[in-house]
């Protein structure tokens, strides 16, 4: 299992962008990227996947290099409410079999 | 559409009870997962069950903890004789895996199980 390392925490402000990157140097040749939100009080949401380049939807970028050891979640533009738990999360989830959380990133976004 | 449902929301019980938790997947969905979250941390794995097969229940802390999936849907997690150390958040998750894409979970709200 590709266990995941993130930093605890980050603190940006309104407007700016902000980059947090996740390393898995044990990522498997299926293991997909996986990027989750969580807010107080709330499971967490699934924002992007990638399994390698750059992957782009309306809330974030995911880049992942050519090694594929660590993935880069972007975000353009934070606000006030993208104040949330963040977990990148690696896994082969075609296959099954259990999924195994880091800790995640604590962003706080002030204004 | 809808989506996971855990009831309930919220339990309060005494050391020693026993508690079951409920989980309503997404209709469809071949796999379902069951997390815990203490205060403040991340989420540990507990047991997964994915379609007919054997679930893998080697995330649960102890043998107090058993869950059951009936029919490939709802699903049951049950802790006997509950400790203070119980307490948490207890999240559900379901996805298509094994149906040919990497499909992400989805999780539900939660169980925020306070044992007194």
């Known amino acids: 299992l590709a266990k995941t390392t993130q930093p605890i925490s980050m603190d940006s402000y309104e407007g700016q962008e902000v980059n947090i990157t996740c390393s898995h140097n044990?990522?498997?040749?299926?293991?997909?990227i996986t990027w989750y939100q969580q807010f107080p009080s709330q499971g967490p949401r699934f924002i992007i996947q990638?399994?390698?380049t750059k992957v782009t939807n309306e809330v974030a970028s995911l880049f992942i290099p050519a090694d594929r050891k660590s993935s880069t979640l972007s975000l353009p533009r934070v606000s006030l409410s993208d104040t949330a738990v963040y977990y990148c999360?690696?896994?082969?989830?075609?296959?099954?079999?259990?999924?195994?959380f880091g800790q995640g990133t604590e962003l706080s976004v002030k204004p | 559409g809808a989506g996971v449902s855990q009831s309930p929301s919220n339990k309060v019980t005494e050391k020693g009870k026993d508690v079951e938790l409920r989980c309503d997947p997404i209709?469809?969905?071949?796999?379902l997962y069951w997390y815990r979250q203490s205060l403040g941390q991340g989420l540990e794995f507990l047991i997964y069950?994915?379609?007919?097969?054997?679930?893998?229940k080697s995330g649960l802390p102890s043998d107090r903890f058993s869950a059951e999936r009936t029919g490939g849907s709802v699903s049951t997690l049950t802790i006997q004789r509950t400790q203070q150390e119980d307490s948490a958040v207890y999240l559900c998750?379901?996805?298509?895996?094994?149906?040919?894409?990497?499909?992400?979970?989805?999780f539900g709200n939660g169980t925020r199980l306070t044992v007194t």
């Open positions: 069950f994915q379609g007919n097969s054997a679930p893998d």
């Open positions: 998750a379901s996805s298509l895996a094994g149906a040919g894409s990497n499909s992400p979970l989805h």
């Open positions: 044990n990522i498997a040749t299926n293991d997909y």
């Open positions: 999360l690696v896994g082969d989830n075609n296959q099954g079999g259990k999924l195994i």
């Open positions: 209709s469809g969905h071949t796999a």
């Open positions: 990638g399994y390698k």
